[in-house]
């Protein structure tokens, strides 16, 4: 996320909040990275953003990470990266880490319901086209 241009944060807060509603990721750790190459007060950022309602019950605290990072850091070329980055980085898998068992259980729950869904997509397709073969079939007396 650009940390330099004010104006995109409601349009970062706005996609943010679409993506992680959907429920298979609400709760989930999540790392925001921003684009900024000084400092940023994350608390200012997590209150323009209203990242509250992402994580109710105060889950942030556990689950957010507000990371200010520098994509051009250059301390004499090379591919540098900025400590920042691998900061924000190494939390979030050691997090996941720390959850695995929790995510796991999750995930095998949502591959479960998306398998459902899809054989009642594939029962309710199948009943459609019956109906309308029977539907085409019909003798109408004339």
């Not at 940390?3 to 925001?32: C, F, H, T, V, W």
């Amino acid at each position: 996320m650009d940390g330099n241009d004010k104006n995109r944060l409601a349009e970062s807060k706005d996609a943010l909040i679409d993506i992680y509603q959907n429920a298979k990721l609400m709760g989930k750790p999540l790392l925001l990275a921003i684009n900024h190459k000084g400092d940023i007060d994350t608390l200012e950022v997590f209150n323009s953003m209203n990242l509250a309602q992402l994580f109710p019950g105060g889950e942030a605290s556990k689950s957010l990470k507000i990371q200010a990072c520098d994509v051009t850091y250059n301390p004499h070329v090379e591919p540098h990266i900025d400590p920042r980055i691998r900061e924000g980085f190494n939390w979030i898998v050691g997090l996941v880490q720390e959850q695995m068992k929790i995510l796991e259980s999750r995930r095998r729950t949502d591959i479960k319901q998306e398998i459902k869904e899809k054989i009642e997509r594939k029962r309710t397709m199948v009943i459609m086209d019956r109906d309308l073969r029977r539907n085409r079939t019909k003798v109408v007396p004339i």
